[in-house]
């Protein structure tokens, strides 16, 4: 059940500042704070201005933020940067933008696609309040559950259960880095979600600025300041693989048409995922297809479970690694080999930045041969695309529709991800392969293209959009919680 801090000092009509330059409005702002906490803040630890310390400014901003595309110069950038080290310095944040009349960007984790979390292109100004400061977490094994502020990572989160049991473990991301706060609120995958469904299937309570709402996407109606999670058993010894296959290795896409049948079919304590890349392979090039999975047992028992559903990867005991639960996560993120895994504590991803544009899609059909060689040739047109199927099924497909916000449940087989720049050709191309009426998406995978060129009609857009909007209209009547693609109110009828 649900529990809300609703703090209904949001809705009441405010008297409006205008402010004159960017230095007053950091005034009036830090003015206006003191008058609505009473837990005391360093400004030099807590305020950030170009105005002040251009590099200091810079630092904070790209800190945690993921897509360089968003760093860009061209960009624009908030006033100034806060960074609440107080859950009160959240709420009364919230008070005084609304009363200074300028706009909110709210960043946890900074992996926003589209860099929603700390760029606005329809508003200015606009000022950012970074969580990173509120990252406490609270794990208690007795009750199988754990509070995580919204500012830590999932990998911070991860480690710090993994500290006081090595049987307790979190279904939620891969990536290390990503933060609690914008993550779960738009559903949360990971490699145990077939076995245990999403981060938000897991949540068990919420502290939260006013929204009954977890799996519709961040930002749209309101804050979250903490979330309360159920933990889930894990086998002290876990195995991991990966095996690639080129193209040229998998004749007639034998191994991945298999894949496409049995992915969302197989024990739900197996994920296998599938990671395309385009490699040089003899002065030409190729794909590559690795099959990156994680078994919730020991490798005798993943053997057994391979040769009966999946024996055409031919996976051999070699290819086979035992480990406990947290390592997983480490091999899964892709760190190097043998990194320990209190690296986690560092909030960070092994990966580089990313400098690109995501979209999603959700197959309910296998894709037959010649659609996937069409797929190859797209990949080929490029040098460095990235594409991953992930495997649905399992705990996936027995939790409702309607439970959360996160629709898509029975009947997906997996999900793919494309990221980068040629993604709108192979978008396209692939339109009669995945789901329609309307074209599913990930809402975690930010796409401000949807809704503009995708080819779902305005109808199915406006149905997709109803329940959130009825929502919105009565949590956040105002819209103060507002962005490119947060969740409209309903027209007022009259
Ligand atoms: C490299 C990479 C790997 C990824 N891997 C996975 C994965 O394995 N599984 C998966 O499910 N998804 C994955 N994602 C997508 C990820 O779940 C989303 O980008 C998610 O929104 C990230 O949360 P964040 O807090 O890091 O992002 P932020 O950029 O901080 O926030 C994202 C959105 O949520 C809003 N928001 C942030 N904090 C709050 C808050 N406290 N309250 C309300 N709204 C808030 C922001 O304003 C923004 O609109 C990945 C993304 C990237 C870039």
Known sequence: MISYISFLALFFSFYTITPTSSTSLQDDFIN??????????????TFFTPAKNVSLFTEVLESTAQNLRFLARSMPKPVFIFNPTDESHVQASVICTKKLGVHLRVRSGGHD???LSYVSEIEKPFI????????KINVNIKD?????????????LYYRIAEKSKVHGFPAGLCTSLGIGGHITGGAYGSMMRKYGLGGDNVLDAKIFDANVRGGGGASFGIILAWKIKLVTVPETVTVFTVTKTLEQDVGNKILSKWQVVADKLVEELFIRVMFKVAANNGSKTVTMSYNALFLGNKGMLMKVMKKSFPKLGLTR???VEMSWIESIVYISGFPSQTPTNVLLQGKSPLPKINLKAKSDFVMNPIHHSGLMGMFKELLKEDSPSMIWSPYGGRMSEVPEYEIPFPHRKGVIFKILYAHNWIRDIYSYMMPYVSSNPRQSYVNYRDLDLGQNTKNTESDFRKAQVW???????VDPENFFR????????????
């Open 468 to 474: 959130g909007a009825k929502i919105k209209s009565k």
């Open 128 to 135: 950012l309040m970074d969580l990173s400061k509120l990252r």
């Open 32 to 45: 206006c704070l003191h008058k609505h906490t009473n837990v005391d803040f360093s400004l030099e630890q």
């Open 318 to 320: 070699k290819d086979c």
């Open 113 to 115: 696609y589209e860099g």
């Open 144 to 156: 199988n559950s754990a509070w995580v502020q919204a500012g830590a990572t999932v990998g911070e």
């Open 483 to 494: 962005h490119e693609q947060s969740i409209p109110r309903l027209p007022v009828q009259g």
